[in-house]
């Protein structure tokens, strides 16, 4: 039991699920600022371009069922906004990590440098 409790302190501790746990804040932050964009902005617009339709009083009463289809296509609209935000964010990484990878390392120097530089050395030690 003792040593499980220190792996988990170890793994606790990592910094990897300190930027996990910083992600899901700022996620979950972002998620209400997107979910207000499109409940506060977006779909009022698209309501106002139907003719006034409420997109969350949309629904359809199936017997005694209230199937509220117009949240669901709010809910649609709220997940390709995250979705496309992400895959920018994804792509910029990509973009920067792939930058990195491609700066050539000092080249080694040739034979022929190599000894240019020993008569150098020599020439300046006379």
Do not use: H, W
């Amino acid at each position: 039991m003792g040593n499980f409790i220190k792996e988990f302190k170890e793994f606790a501790v990592k910094g990897n699920v300190m930027d996990m746990a910083v992600g899901v804040i700022i996620g979950g932050a972002f998620g209400k600022i997107v979910s207000s964009l499109v409940d506060d902005i977006i779909m009022p617009v698209i309501g106002s371009l139907t003719g006034g339709i409420d997109f969350k009083e949309l629904a359809v009463t199936v017997g005694d069922a209230n199937i509220k289809y117009g949240s669901f296509i709010q809910n649609i609209i709220d997940f390709l906004i995250i979705a496309f935000c992400i895959f920018m964010m994804i792509k910029a990484v990509n973009a920067v990590t792939r930058k990195k990878e491609e700066e050539p390392a000092p080249a080694e120097p040739t034979a022929e440098e190599k000894l240019l530089t020993e008569i150098r050395d020599l020439l300046k030690n006379k």
